[in-house]
C-alpha cells in the first residue's frame, strides 16, 4: 500500500488556530486524568461527559482514591453515562495500578494494554496526550476521518479494515508534537469531519481527501452489517414501603447491569408476584402489573413491566428482606440512593418518588 503524504503538518497548523485546549483533561494533564477521560469518551460525546468527568474528579482525584473508592461510588458516579463495564473496569485497573505498580501507570503500549479496559487506542491516547511518546490512535472520530481521506471501504469492526485504518494511523503520528496532533485528529473527527454534513470546505486536509474528490463523505466509513434488534420482556418486583422507600438488589458483577442496584427482574409476572409475596409476607391481591416501560440497549430492546406492591405503615413487612444475603435493600427514593442505576431504573425511581410523596400513609 503506497502511503500518502504526511497529514500530520496541515492538521497541526489547523489545530493552532481551531483545536480545543481548554477541555478539563486537558488541564494538569497526567495519564489517570487522561485515561478516565478516554474510557469516558467511548461511545459518550465530550459535552455530555464534562458533567461527569468534574464530579468524578472532584470526587476521586488520583488512581489510589479510586482503587480505595467502594464499587457503589464508582457505578454511582458513573450513573447515567451508560455501559457500566467501563466503570467496572475502570475501578479493577485502579486497583491493579495501585497494587500492581505501586500507583504509576506503565509506559509502554504493551504495559498498559494488560490493564482492564485498556485497548491499543487508549494506550495510545495515554502515551501520546499524558506521556509525550509517540503511539497512534484510533478512536471513532480518527477511524472517521482517516477512512474518509484514503478511501478506505468496509465497516471497521472488520479485521481488515481495522488494519489498514491503523496502518494509516501509525504512518501519520508525527514524532514531534504528537499530543498536540492526538487531540487534533480528535477535534478534526469531532468538529469538522462529523458523521452527517462534514464541513470539508474548512477541512485542513481536503485537498487530498479520497471521499470527497469521489462526492462519497457519508459511504466512509462503512457501516455495521444491521441485524434485527431482538426484544426481551421482564418483569421487574418493584416493592415500595412507607414513607418513601424501596427494596432494590445488587446484580451480580457480569452482565449488562453488573454491579448496578435495580429491583430482582423475572422472566414471568407469575415470577415477580411470588417473589414479592414470599420474601415480604404479602397475599398476591396486593401486587399490581403497571403499563410497560422500553429502553433500548446495544444489542436488544426492554420492555419492562414493574409488578408492584406497596408497604402502608400499618403493614409490617416479613423479616426474610432484612435476613437476604446482602444483595437486598431498602433505600430511600427522596433524595434517590448513591449508588449505581441503570437509566431505565433512575426514571423508574423517578417516578415512584413522584407517586409515594402523594401517599399519606
Ligand atoms: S475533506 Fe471532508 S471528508 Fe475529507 S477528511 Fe476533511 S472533512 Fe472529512
Same mark, same amino acid.
Given at each position: ?27 494538569? @494533564? ?55 463495564? @467501563? ?55 480518527? +477511524? ?29 503520528? /508525527? ?21 452527517? @454534513? ?24 462503512? @457501516?455495521? /452489517?444491521? +441485524? ?21 438488589? +445488587? ?12 429491583? /430482582? ?35 436488544? +430492546? ?60
Amino acid at each position: 500500500m503506497k502511503e500518502k503524504d504526511h497529514i500530520a503538518g496541515a492538521v497541526l497548523h489547523w489545530f493552532d488556530q481551531h483545536g480545543r485546549k481548554d477541555l478539563p483533561w486537558q488541564k494538569q @494533564r497526567t495519564p489517570y486524568r487522561v485515561w478516565v477521560s478516554e474510557i469516558m469518551l467511548q461511545q459518550t460525546q465530550v459535552s455530555t461527559v464534562i458533567p461527569f468527568y468534574e464530579r468524578f474528579m472532584a470526587q476521586l482525584p488520583t488512581v489510589e482514591d479510586l482503587a480505595a473508592a467502594p464499587e457503589d461510588t464508582v457505578l454511582h458516579l458513573w450513573t447515567g453515562l451508560g455501559y457500566y463495564a @467501563r466503570a467496572r473496569n475502570l475501578h479493577r485497573c485502579a486497583k491493579q495500578v495501585c497494587d500492581a505498580h505501586d500507583g504509576v501507570f506503565p509506559q509502554d503500549l504493551e504495559g498498559l494494554e494488560a490493564l482492564p479496559g485498556i485497548g491499543r487506542s487508549t494506550a495510545g491516547a495515554i502515551l501520546s496526550l499524558a506521556m509525550d511518546t509517540r503511539a497512534p490512535i484510533l478512536d471513532g472520530n480518527v +477511524k472517521r476521518v482517516l477512512a474518509r481521506y484514503h478511501g478506505v471501504a468496509g465497516w471497521p469492526g472488520q479485521r481488515a479494515v481495522s488494519d489498514a485504518l491503523w496502518s494509516h494511523a501509525e504512518h501519520h503520528t /508525527p514524532r514531534a508534537r504528537v499530543a498536540d496532533y492526538t487531540q487534533a485528529m480528535m477535534d478534526l473527527g469531532a468538529t469538522c469531519c462529523t458523521r452527517s @454534513r462534514p464541513a470539508c470546505e474548512l477541512c485542513p486536509i481536503n485537498s487530498g481527501c479520497t471521499a470527497r474528490a469521489l462526492g462519497q463523505q457519508s459511504d466512509f466509513p462503512g @457501516r455495521k /452489517p444491521r +441485524k434485527a434488534i431482538p426484544l426481551r420482556k421482564r418483569w421487574l418486583a418493584v416493592a415500595t414501603r412507607a414513607p418513601g422507600e424501596v427494596l432494590l438488589q +445488587k446484580r451480580p458483577d457480569s452482565g449488562i447491569w453488573g454491579g448496578l442496584w435495580a429491583p /430482582p427482574e423475572f422472566d414471568e409476572a407469575e415470577g415477580a408476584t411470588e417473589w414479592i409475596t414470599d420474601t415480604l409476607s404479602l397475599p398476591p391481591d396486593v401486587c399490581q402489573v403497571d403499563a410497560a416501560f422500553h429502553h433500548t440497549f446495544t444489542h436488544f +430492546k426492554l420492555e419492562a413491566h414493574s409488578v408492584r406492591a406497596h408497604l402502608g405503615t400499618n403493614r409490617a413487612p416479613g423479616n426474610r428482606v432484612e435476613c437476604a444475603a446482602g444483595s437486598l435493600k431498602w433505600f430511600s427514593l427522596h433524595p434517590p440512593p448513591s449508588v449505581g442505576l441503570p437509566a431505565p431504573i433512575v426514571r423508574l425511581l423517578a417516578r415512584l418518588s413522584a407517586e409515594t410523596a402523594l401517599r399519606s400513609d
